[in-house]
């Protein structure tokens, strides 16, 4: 097996928060070999935020390390940091809130080109072209502000950014969900379609499971900040393991009228607070078939075919 | 003669730019006990439609520049004030998207199920207070009766959804408008809101108009759909035949966008061109032809109006995909 290009090694993040600590990622390990696509599903709470912005090196982890390309950026020293973050981009959920409204499209662009030194002005200038018409916007665009741009737009500008460095892997955080369905399918086909060309390596985090499902080579399963179960893709959708995954996957609707009347296995209550997740196994207060041994002993991930999972049960 | 039936409707918004016409004649119809849903993406018109019927779409900035909409037989565009309040909350109850936005922060969960009761009957304290348990109770609250002195900001989302659900239900309305009652949700909880909604209308008889962009929301609950465009309603039908074979290709097109599930993996998926027109400068003719696969000249000239297709389908094209006319195409 080839090197992975990311590596993240029993990585933990505690927040301080009122009266307590959110334990938002407790000793997650996963790894993304180059040109790899992992797919991140969860609800609300479960740490894929965290976990993306760990890997960005937002903010350093608690405790555990992250390894890119072979080094360790909880060691590394600022150089290598640099480094690390040119190979690594994110493309986040919400274009307008992540674009600077005080610049233009072209300055948007060009900015992380002058800030990793790349390129005379003429050079960052073409390159800021050939990456609008790659990406499918027109040149005028870069003398346009944010606010001049549709919702598609934005997040088309959100890639460019994030590909200008010619990045080895991309984080994409919930990098479609806030657009209509029309714009979401032009966006997902652009990605698909770079990520071929540029032999790309990505970080897919969604809670839309059929979105993961379809952008994924190997799909982790996150809740109250533990990874529940993790497989190749198809394993995952045909085989799911955790009663969590099956959950979710029951819970997500089809638009297909005739599946309305399934046998679906619905969970019962929200998720908790991950200031104080429930002992034992986190998900059992809401499991439907929780054991008394559940309730005491959490269990590790194990594996169990082509799957890794964290279940007494599977 | 239905429950509630919109008549070219026009909701109209005067802006610096330019009039937007957010709603430019939708009509729709919805029976005794039916579910249909409203759907559309962003800028269809969908919630300012469901907030026109309320007239609540004033408040917000909106005019409703033409049209009826008849509840009961009462066009509720012509009523004054006082009556207007006699329905609203009453008779129509509506639900939102952010029940933390909606719901009083100020008033415990309880004071505010006694409120809405109070307004409309004639009822003491002590007996709309256990109204207000039973509320709670039929919306599958948690420990309902130690939930009534609970505040909004310390409930999960899922529970101030169940809570906003129970002040909509305390007059027993004939009509409930949803207006995006999962999207803020996670999925399993949304799982558990849409299935007490379908139990709900089922046992209380209501009908519910909901609005939503989510198509997989509308298989699983709605009885029919209408399709919203740049403000119109561009289809609508049943939802079984309509998801089968959709008939406007605007349809088609957002049904294929949806449907990654049955695509293989990293496939291409089939995308809409372009995006949705500025409601400032609409096309003369079909909204959706600039984007349309199926458009001809014909498409430019003036707005298609809205044709039978039998089985109860309707849909506003001048060439729609003929399988809904006879039947499903074989394959």
């Given amino acids: 097996m080839t ?25 997650v390990s996963l790894q993304v070999a180059p040109g790899e696509t992992l797919g991140l599903v969860g609800e609300s709470g479960c740490g894929k935020s965290t976990l993306a912005r760990l890997v960005m090196r937002l903010f350093p982890p608690s405790d555990g390390s992250i390894l890119f390309d072979g080094t360790d950026l909880t060691t590394a020293d600022r150089a290598a940091v640099a480094e690390y973050r040119s190979g690594l981009q994110m493309v986040f959920q919400d274009p307008f809130a992540s674009l600077n409204p005080r610049e233009t499209i072209g300055r948007i662009l060009e900015q992380p080109l002058v800030v990793h030194r790349r390129g005379g002005r003429a050079e960052r200038r073409d390159r800021v072209n050939a990456l609008l018409e790659r990406v499918g916007l027109r040149p005028e665009i870069a003398a346009r502000y944010p606010h001049e741009l549709s919702g598609g737009q934005r997040q088309r500008v959100g ?38 060309e540029l032999g790309l390596a990505a970080l897919f985090i969604s809670h839309d499971l059929a979105v993961v499902r379809h952008m994924s080579d190997r799909v982790a399963v996150m809740y109250l900040g533990e990874v529940v179960e993790q497989a190749d893709r198809d394993s995952l959708w045909d085989r799911p393991l955790h009663p969590y995954t099956r959950a979710l996957i029951a819970a997500t609707p089809s638009t297909s009228p005739a599946a309305r009347r399934r046998e679906r296995l619905m969970l019962q209550g929200d ?23 559940c309730r005491e002993e959490a269990p590790a991930l194990r594996r169990v075919g082509a799957t890794e999972v964290a279940c007494h049960l599977a | ?38 759907v559309g993406e962003s800028g269809s018109g969908k919630s300012v439609t469901a907030y026109s019927v309320l007239r609540l779409i004033e408040a917000a900035g ?19 004030l006082a009556s207007l309040r006699a329905v609203r909350g009453n008779r129509i109850a509506m639900i939102f998207q952010e029940p933390l936005s909606a719901l009083n922060p ?50 999960s989302g ?30 399993t909880t949304q799982a558990q809101i849409l299935d007490l909604l379908r139990e709900l209308q089922g046992r209380l008889g209501m009908a519910m108009l909901l609005i939503t962009h989510d198509l997989g929301v509308v298989a699983e609950t709605a009885d029919r759909v209408a399709v919203l465009y740049a403000g119109r309603v561009v289809e609508q039908g049943p939802v079984e035949t309509l998801f089968d074979a959709p008939a406007h290709p605007y349809t088609r097109g957002l049904l294929d966008a949806v449907r990654i599930e049955e695509l293989p993996p990293g496939s291409r998926l089939p995308e809409i061109p372009g995006m949705v027109p500025s409601l400032l400068a609409l ?47 074989p394959a």
């Fill in chain 2, 1 to 38: 003669m239905p429950l509630l039936e919109i008549r070219g409707l026009q909701t109209w918004f005067e802006t610096r730019a330019g009039t937007v016409k957010a709603v430019n004649g939708v009509d729709l119809s919805i029976e005794r006990g039916e579910t249909v849903a409203l």
């Fill in chain 1, 271 to 293: 998720l908790p607070s991950p200031i104080d997740p429930p002992r034992g196994c986190r998900f059992h207060p809401r499991c439907p078939l929780a054991q008394p041994r």
């Fill in chain 2, 158 to 187: 899922g529970m101030r959804q169940r809570a906003m659900i129970a002040i909509a239900l305390a007059c027993e309305p004939d009509l409930l408008i949803a207006d995006e009652p999962t999207t803020a949700l996670d999925v």
């Fill in chain 2, 62 to 80: 909106g005019r409703i520049a033409g049209g009826e909409v008849l509840f009961d037989g009462t066009d509720m565009l012509r009523l004054d």
């Fill in chain 2, 283 to 329: 096309p003369p003719g079909c909204a959706f032809a600039p984007r349309c696969p199926r458009a001809t000249p014909a498409c430019d000239a003036g707005p298609p109006a809205m044709r039978a297709g039998g089985e109860g389908r309707l849909h506003a094209c001048f060439n729609p995909w003929l399988s809904t006319v006879e039947g499903r195409v």
């Fill in chain 1, 3 to 27: 090197a992975p290009l990311l590596e993240m090694r029993r990585v933990v993040k505690h927040f301080p928060a009122n009266g307590g600590m959110v334990r938002a990622v407790d000793d």
């Fill in chain 1, 159 to 196: 890639i460019a950014r994030a590909l200008i460095l010619h990045p080895r892997m991309i984080v994409c955080d919930e990098a479609v969900s806030a657009l209509d369905v029309s714009v979401r399918a032009q966006v997902l086909n652009l990605l698909l379609e770079l990520r071929a």
């Fill in chain 2, 106 to 155: 100020v008033q415990s969960i309880g004071t505010q199920i006694v409120e809405a009761l109070r307004l409309h009957r004639d009822i003491g304290l002590r007996a709309a207070r256990e109204r207000a348990v039973e509320l709670l109770e039929l919306v599958r609250m948690p420990s309902p009766r130690e939930r009534l002195e609970e505040y909004p900001h310390r409930l």
